[in-house]
């Protein structure tokens, strides 16, 4: 009718928004709403960190990121918490003034996270979480743990149920083993036979050519299973080392750790364990023996 207003008298007005505005406009919206606002947060508190120079504004924003650790591990934010743990490295190079309290407590914070209490609730969460991160986040993650946590990592591998925190386990103390050898043999010697089993999977799997210095009490002192494995690795192994321990394994208590340590010799034609091996053919050791070990000394004789 006349005198109502119509929306298409304002097509031409100077605010009206045409389509491309109205795309540009939504595609803001939507960037807006994809930010990581927890990622954001940090990132201006690490610029504070490093700009401020006043000790009391720095231990007060140090207090803030220690404390947040806590809460990002409690919502699942891992990949938040790997970027604390990076920037606070950063933070150490670039920050100027910095003092040794402040310093000690950045570096402090992968320490704290590779601690085997802190590290053994975050295993056991992600293993009972009912939703679970990303490949990539935990990845991140566990890149930033210390070699400390190398034994923890083994301790757990054989009661995680979830396959996907398993591997990452797995491909992380990998990474610490074959970086830190003091902690290898540090885990070989652990009082948890679940450690010494595991790594000593892992040390074959590897081919750690140090490892079999740690080996030694675990041939003489281990169960049936661990000798076994043991025996496994070493023959993976094949250092100088390893056919040292497995000279010995000829004489083990035990039927099956003999039979796997003379056979694997023999196939080598390792000429060390020839007296060994001729002592129990000419003598009377395999008096007793089943047919299986006999046939297996003779053939390396």
């Known amino acids: 009718r006349d005198g109502l207003v119509a929306i298409d008298e304002f097509d031409t007005t100077l605010y009206f928004l045409d389509d491309q505005e109205i795309e540009y406009l939504h595609k803001e919206v939507e960037r807006e709403y994809a930010q990581d606002l927890r990622r954001n947060?940090?990132?201006?508190?690490?610029?504070?960190?490093?700009?401020?120079t006043y000790g009391t504004v720095r231990s007060e924003l140090i207090s803030i990121l220690e404390n947040f650790i806590p809460y990002l591990l409690g919502a699942g934010d891992f990949r938040s918490v790997a970027f604390i743990l990076r920037e606070s490295k950063v933070i150490q190079q670039r920050a100027r003034e910095l003092i040794p309290e402040h310093r000690q407590t950045l570096e402090g914070l992968p320490e704290r996270l590779s601690q085997p209490a802190a590290l053994s609730q975050l295993l056991q969460s992600l293993d009972e979480a009912a939703g679970h991160p990303s490949e990539e986040e935990l990845s991140?993650?566990?890149?930033?743990?210390?070699?400390?946590?190398?034994?923890?990592?083994?301790?757990?591998l054989s009661r995680l149920s979830n396959e996907r925190v398993r591997d990452l386990v797995k491909t992380s103390a990998e990474r610490l083993a074959t970086a830190h050898a003091p902690e290898v043999l540090k885990a070989l010697g652990s009082d948890d036979p679940a450690v010494q089993l595991e790594m000593v999977r892992l040390a074959g799997r590897l081919k750690l050519p140090g490892a079999p210095d740690g080996m030694g009490p675990l041939l003489e002192g281990g169960d049936r299973e661990l000798k076994l494995v043991v025996v496994e690795a070493l023959t993976t192994i094949g250092s100088p080392n390893a056919m040292r321990?497995?000279?010995?394994?000829?004489?083990?208590?035990?039927?099956?750790?003999?039979?796997?340590?003379?056979?694997?010799?023999?196939?080598?034609?390792?000429?060390?364990?020839?007296?060994?091996i001729e002592a129990a053919v000419l003598g009377a050791k395999l008096k007793d023996a089943d047919l299986t070990e006999k046939m297996a000394f003779f053939e390396a004789y």
């Open 245 to 276: 321990l497995l000279e010995k394994a000829i004489d083990d208590a035990d039927r099956d750790v003999r039979i796997a340590a003379v056979k694997f010799l023999g196939q080598r034609g390792h000429r060390n364990a020839f007296p060994r």
């Open 41 to 52: 947060v940090l990132a201006m508190l690490f610029d504070l960190l490093e700009l401020q």
């Open 140 to 156: 991140e993650l566990f890149t930033e743990l210390h070699a400390e946590a190398l034994g923890t990592l083994m301790g757990w």
